[in-house]
């Protein structure tokens, strides 16, 4: 009874100091940049990597994998207005919100990522709402047209 005491007891010792890892890769450099307006973490040389396609979708493996939620800055306007596209990512229904909404000539574009217009629309009030149920899950531009420019882009992800 005491040997398996002591067996446990060892087994136990031994995997409490084993580390144990999600990702782990031997890459030949990688660092940590940092600035004012963010931070970016990069890695290079990694020996041995995996890509897999079908008609669901592509999955690559790798060390890091980005997500990213950004706005595509767009042309600076004379309107004075502000513009937010919420939720981002979204399942069914993306918000196009205009701060200072007076009546102006507004239309939105939904395009897909080679830039085919898949939706164009007049907005008429200061909240519109942009249906993408009915879209296979990726990434997608909106643009918000006044009435000889393009005022603002926006990279929208949809999800399943």
């Known amino acids: 009874m005491i ?5 446990i007891l060892f087994v136990i010792i031994v995997l409490s100091t ?8 031997v890459i030949s450099s990688g660092g940590e940049a940092k600035g ?9 040389g ?10 669901e979708g592509s999955m690559s493996e790798g060390v890091q994998h980005t997500y990213q939620i950004i706005t ?3 042309i600076k306007n ?3 207005i502000s513009l937010r596209a919420y939720p981002n990512p979204t399942k069914d229904l ?40 009915d879209l296979s899950s990726g990434i997608f531009l909106v643009q918000i047209l006044g009435e000889k420019s393009i005022l603002d882009s926006f990279r929208v992800i949809k999800l399943e």
């Open 94 to 133: 993306l918000n196009i919100q205009i701060d200072d909404f007076r009546e102006q000539y507004f239309v939105y574009q939904l395009l897909d990522i080679e830039g085919r217009i898949i939706q164009s629309k007049r907005i008429n009030d200061h909240q519109t709402e942009i249906d993408v149920r």
């Open 36 to 44: 004012t307006t963010g931070s970016l973490s990069y890695s290079a």
């Open 78 to 80: 004379n309107f004075n």
């Open 3 to 7: 040997r398996n005491m002591k067996n």
């Open 18 to 25: 084993y580390k144990l890892y999600s990702q782990e890769s």
């Open 46 to 55: 990694q020996v041995a990597t995996n890509s897999y396609l079908s008609d």
């Open 72 to 74: 595509l800055g767009g």
